[in-house]
């Protein structure tokens, strides 16, 4: 650049002794020429250095490393080893819940189409042996095994209807049923069964299937984590709003998802009351992400067994965080693919650290889905 300037002022000298008129103006473009020069060289500098120092390596505190589900730091013993999906049980009578505020990432989605379609949570965890008490556990149904295998997960519930039996001859699929403790809490049978120190350890000693990833873990991160230092912000994306209320077309428990700006995060309520958890402090359930898919189901017989058609392309949903909500499509080609999210430039949505809440909606109910 600097050479090419040289010679441009060389040419013009020479055009001066034409006219001594003409030889000022161009001086002074060439001038003005040389100083735009400068400026660039010192914008493009300064955009070097910002992307040096975005490629600092983070260094990792001794002895842990960012969860694969949360971004958060966790114990690097816990690195290899897969997450378990918990059936547990939404009606009323269930409650209260015990270690979900511990989970990672928690999916709810309709369970029947009858009984007012009651909705059923999977819970996601990682380091299952720190919680004390989880569930309770209830039956799984074919959707779970379509979802779970996408984590590598391993699911744990008790039974299900025949549906399931040909998705647990997958070879991908990996779960224990009916293999926890019962609680003694006053409530009938199927209210009774949760996870408690040491079963997972016996399910593992009884059974061949594997604590650690295996053949068919995921080759590649399952959510695109933005940096604790520069979180996600929404408001500039296509089609953002403000979102301090998640209310969900679940008519039987009503759910409900309320922004706390102090915490960042989006608490859950149902049946009209906080979801607290007894076993973590009485914590109310809370989320940094919410991901909220339109999706169709079909029905599989009259007692409101159903399948959610979780495999698709191109589908609406939202992704709300920081209480803001923008649109997104979402895909999943097969049971061990990840489900990506892309935003309405087609690009893949960058979420941020913390747990994660994924609703299925309905495609019947969509426009009863209430953000605001």
Known sequence: MKKHVKWLLLTLSLVCLAGTAGCASSEKEAAAVDSFSTEDEVVAEEAETEEQEEE???????GMYR??????????????????????????????????????????????????????????????????????????????????????????????????????????????????????????????????????EDNFKNS????????????????????????????????????????????????????????????YSEYGSPHRDPGNNNEQLAFKNVILQKMSYSQLDDHGYMVWNCLATGMEGYYITNGQAIPITWSKISDTERTIYYDMTGDEITINTGKTYIGFVGDDVWDELVIE
């Open 67 to 200: 969860s694969e589900l949360t971004n958060e730091w966790i114990s690097e013993d816990l690195k290899d080893q897969r997450p378990i999906a918990v059936m547990v049980d939404n009606e009323k009578t269930a409650l209260p819940h015990y270690g979900l505020t511990q989970a990672d990432i928690i999916y709810e989605m309709m369970n029947s189409t009858q009984n007012g379609q009651i909705t059923r949570f999977m819970v996601l965890v990682k380091d299952y042996d720190s919680i004390d008490q989880l569930g309770s556990v209830r039956s799984v149904r074919p959707t779970n095994l379509m979802i779970a295998p996408e984590w590598n997960a391993i699911v744990c519930h008790d039974g299900g209807p025949f549906y399931i039996n040909s998705f647990l001859q997958n070879a991908y699929v990996d779960h224990f049923s009916g293999t926890f403790s019962r609680v003694n809490n006053g409530k009938p049978r199927e209210f009774t069964e949760y996870i408690l120190p040491g079963d997972m």
């Open 208 to 267: 061949s299937v594997d604590r650690n990833y295996n053949e068919y873990a995921p080759t590649e991160p399952h959510f695109e984590f933005a940096s604790e230092n520069s979180p996600v912000d929404l408001s500039g994306e296509a089609g953002s709003r403000a979102c301090t209320l998640v209310d969900l077309p679940f008519p039987h428990n009503g759910s409900e998802l309320n922004y706390d700006e102090a915490s960042g995060t989006y608490l």
């Open 56 to 62: 600092v390596e983070e260094i990792a505190p001794e």
